[in-house]
């Protein structure tokens, strides 16, 4: 469509302004929705309001169920399990390549699981005191 074929239709609910008039005519700014804010809450206070409704009805978002293992599953489920407590007494961590490049951006440690630094680089990952909950691990 080209400028000269373009009509100008006037509408009479608005006068051009594109705001709804109200019943005297006047043209209104839009409203907000009735859970709406009008200015973006911080994550602190994001974090605050989530923990209240988790908290005033934990049942709603915090649940257990059952897993059912069929008898032909047991003894892999077995098996998996032994895995993971070998693992984990030998302290290995087991890379996870699905996830280099989730969430939009390379994985700030992609440097050290692909060899491209190593992690005695004090520069490029200084060290710091331990978090109390692991200085004693």
Do not use: Y
Not at 43 to 72: C, K, M, N, T, Y
């Amino acid at each position: 469509m080209f400028g000269a074929e373009v009509k100008e239709v006037p509408c009479s609910e608005c006068d051009g302004t594109g705001w709804k008039k109200n019943k005297d005519g006047v043209p209104e700014a839009p409203r907000l929705h009735a859970n709406q804010r009008d200015s973006d809450e911080t994550v602190e206070v994001f974090e605050e309001r989530l923990l209240g409704v988790i908290a005033e009805s934990p049942d709603s978002w915090l649940q257990r169920s059952i897993v059912v293992r069929l008898e032909h599953e047991l003894p892999e489920m077995r098996q998996d399990v032994v895995d993971s407590i070998a693992i984990a007494e030998l302290g290995i961590a087991v890379r996870n390549p699905e996830s280099c490049s989730r969430f939009g951006r390379l994985c700030e440690f992609f440097p050290l699981c692909s060899g491209r630094s190593d992690v005695e680089n004090r520069e490029q990952w200084p060290r710091g005191r331990a978090h109390p909950e692991l200085a004693h691990a």
